[in-house]
T-cell receptor
Framework: GAVVSQHPSRVICKSGTSVKIECRSLDFQATTMFWYRQFPKQSLMLMATSNEGSKATYEQGVEKDKFLINHASLTLSTLTVTSAHPEDSSFYIC????????????FGPGTRLTVL | AQSVAQPEDQVNVAEGNPLTVKCTYSVSGNPYLFWYVQYPNRGLQFLLKYITGDNLVKGSYGFEAEFNKSQTSFHLKKPSALVSDSALYFCAVRVPYGNNRLAFGKGNQVVVIP
């Protein structure tokens, strides 16, 4: 299957700093990528849909100025958590959409963010 | 809007016994249904999906799922569970011709007891 990578896999930062998470589709082009947030033992909450070359579409209740998304190329989307606070600590997962085939969305391995 | 319900929090099963993880959905139009598995601190791995055709769908690692339109269900099954099947399982639904978004159920923790 297709491969999606995320970097970093784990990050610890101080409150008030910004953190950038990269999501890359390694062997296919993805016009659409999705960013999810997952709390321990809970489901994935869709934060935003990232579209290559256009603005991201944010879900209700997600602050677009807090969670900046850039989809600058067909293989890369980035999520920047600005001025991070401890309540932003979570597991962030991206997925990349590829049309056709048995599977459609390929998920990255996730990034564990801890804000001190 | 589409939604998915996974009524149980945790499913415990003895190794070698059949495993069933329940999922019901609510969506207007014909649904695309998915099952994913997640191991600790990992992303989601695709198991199988239903779009059209045979109601019984076979997927990875010996899993299968049966689409039941009248009951709006898509239960995941495995005839003989392995200890390595212990993980978090998510059911998801997508409405075709939409924006390819998935709506996930809350997930079921499966514990296979040796």
């Amino acid at each position: 299957g297709a491969v999606v990578s995320q970097h970093p896999s784990r990050v610890i930062c101080k409150s008030g700093t910004s953190v950038k998470i990269e999501c890359r589709s390694l062997d296919f082009q993805a016009t659409t990528m999705f960013w999810y947030r997952q709390f321990p033992k809970q489901s994935l909450m869709l934060m935003a849909t990232s579209n290559e070359g256009s603005k991201a579409t944010y879900e209700q209740g997600v602050e677009k100025d807090k969670f900046l998304i850039n989809h600058a190329s067909l293989t890369l989307s980035t999520l920047t958590v600005t001025s991070a606070h401890p309540e932003d600590s979570s597991f962030y997962i991206c997925s990349a959409y590829r049309s056709g085939g048995a599977n459609e969305q390929f998920f990255g391995p996730g990034t564990r963010l801890t804000v001190l | 809007a589409q939604s998915v319900a996974q009524p149980e929090d945790q499913v415990n099963v003895a190794e070698g016994n059949p495993l069933t993880v329940k999922c019901t959905y609510s969506v207007s139009g014909n649904p695309y249904l998915f099952w994913y598995v997640q191991y600790p601190n990992r992303g989601l791995q695709f198991l199988l999906k239903y779009i059209t055709g045979d109601n019984l769908v076979k997927g990875s690692y010996g899993f299968e799922a049966e689409f039941n339109k009248s009951q709006t269900s898509f239960h995941l099954k495995k005839p003989s569970a392995l200890v390595s099947d212990s993980a978090l399982y998510f059911c998801a639904v997508r409405v075709p011709y939409g924006n390819n978004r998935l709506a996930f159920g809350k997930g079921n923790q499966v514990v296979v007891i040796p």
